[in-house]
């Protein structure tokens, strides 16, 4: 089991502390803890990041969001980054532009650039960022 903390920030931005985050893989299913205090939020799924949409969607409830790669509105993982590396990195990326190796980020770690949204704003920003480079997939979707 690995453990790490991550910031945690209301939906306005304001952060209101750091939380634990564990996390590890049972019968094929990548599972996540998330410890803020004395309330646990957990989740699974077939790698870790679709674990952390979980534990995000039961923390927006609450009012809170988490301030990592992960969680930030420009993050997509391709699907290597899933099958390979268990959705443990993403590829921060920019509307127009296809990512570069430098674009490669942990969803855990954090940075100065890190936009934190609700799983809802970060999938819709990165079906808006497919068809910015590849304005097929816009008539596939729709």
Not at 27 to 35: D, F
Request: glycine share 12%; aromatic share 8%; net charge negative.
């Amino acid at each position: 089991m690995t453990s790490l903390w991550v910031p945690i920030v209301t939906m306005t931005g304001h952060e209101t502390g750091q939380a634990e985050v564990s996390y590890h893989a049972e019968n094929r299913r990548c599972i996540l803890q998330l410890r803020l205090g004395t309330a646990e939020f957990s989740g699974e799924g077939p790698d870790y990041f679709d674990a952390l949409c979980e534990v995000r969607r039961k923390l927006e409830v609450e009012g809170l969001l988490v301030r990592s790669y992960g969680c930030s509105r420009n993050l997509v993982l391709s699907g290597m980054c899933r099958d390979m590396g268990a959705g443990l990195n993403g590829y921060r990326v920019s509307l127009g532009k296809r990512p570069v190796r430098g674009d490669l980020v942990r969803i855990f770690d954090t940075g100065p650039d890190v936009d934190p949204v609700t799983v809802e704003e970060q999938r819709a920003f990165g079906r808006e960022w497919l068809r910015s480079i590849d304005p097929r997939s816009a008539e596939e979707s729709g």
